[in-house]
């Protein structure tokens, strides 16, 4: 309850100062929309991953023209765009994220409502984005026994790489960093009220984390730079956007996720895989 107070007593001191950020927002989302509508289908693509990237035909001839360094103009260009994009979709969640605040007080119902209110948002633009067959590529549901096997690699380097690294990294660079406040606050709560928190971090914030960063971080990355580049670049966002205590982790699995995403050509299995970890952490905390 603290948190949330002080969270909010710091945010809407500065609403007069998102307006301005607002009608930027506004007008990303127009120029996206329009962005997909006003542009030529591109060139058959020869994969899955090329059918989920390359939205337009101005966004796949920089590409290409990046690639084969025709023109260094197309590469700059379809950097700006996905940079400005990015920071456009973030500066809109904030503004809905302090909207949200300024109506729900109690620390469960906001983590449930802001996050599931954000995901429909970065759903619909994803939409605005991209085809029919394009979202249906990105949101495929995984069939294959190899894919699921996929996800059960990832969580093991999770448990037994990703986590190692991450107590070390902790312990060197932020030695006095707090625990972070969702899991302080299950610790706090009452049984109800842990099993509400529980259940937005172990579910719906995957499904936000997912679609923001590995649908549209990553995917914005993806249109102007190479596999590997655009995995680091996603993950580095990801890391950076948590508390100082889970930058390493946050990292490490951002890396993973992206890279499962990539290999799959679908969200939804990083997305299962984020389900589980988070389900782990959620019940040790609960249950320790």
Not at 197 to 223: K, N, Q
Request: glycine share 4%; proline share 4%; with cysteine.
């Amino acid at each position: 309850m603290i948190t949330t107070k002080r969270f909010l007593n710091y945010h809407l001191k500065r609403r007069m100062m998102l307006v301005t950020e607002v009608v930027q927002c506004t007008n990303w989302l127009i120029f996206c929309l329009n962005w997909k509508i006003n542009c030529s289908k591109p060139i058959p693509p020869s994969s899955h991953l090329e059918l989920q990237i390359y939205c337009s035909f101005v966004c796949w001839q920089a590409r290409r023209e990046t690639e084969n360094d025709l023109s260094p103009s197309g590469g700059i260009q379809s950097q700006i765009i996905s940079w400005g994009s990015i920071i456009g979709m973030f500066a809109f969640l904030f503004v809905v994220l302090v909207s949200v605040a300024t109506f729900v007080v109690n620390l469960q119902y906001f983590l449930m409502i802001s996050t599931t209110v954000c995901a429909i948002l970065v759903y619909f633009v994803l939409r605005m984005m991209h085809t029919t067959e394009q979202l249906n590529e990105l949101l495929k549901i995984p069939k294959s026994f190899d894919t699921w096997k996929l996800i059960g690699i990832v969580f093991l380097i999770d448990i037994f790489v990703v986590k190692p690294l991450h107590i070390l990294f902790t312990f060197y660079f932020f030695p006095d960093a707090e625990n972070q406040e969702v899991i302080t606050a299950l610790k706090e709560m009452s049984q109800i009220s842990a099993i509400i928190t529980a259940v937005s971090v172990s579910i719906l914030t995957p499904i936000l984390e997912e679609l923001l960063f590995r649908g549209f971080v990553l995917g914005m990355f993806l249109r102007c730079y190479s596999k590997t580049p655009a995995i680091v670049l996603s993950a580095f966002i990801f890391a950076i956007v948590h508390e100082p205590i889970a930058i390493g982790m946050a990292f490490g699995g951002g890396l993973l996720y992206g890279w499962l995403r990539v290999r799959t050509g679908s969200i939804v299995p990083s997305m299962i895989a984020h389900m589980i970890w988070n389900s782990f952490i959620s019940l040790i905390v609960l249950f320790y």
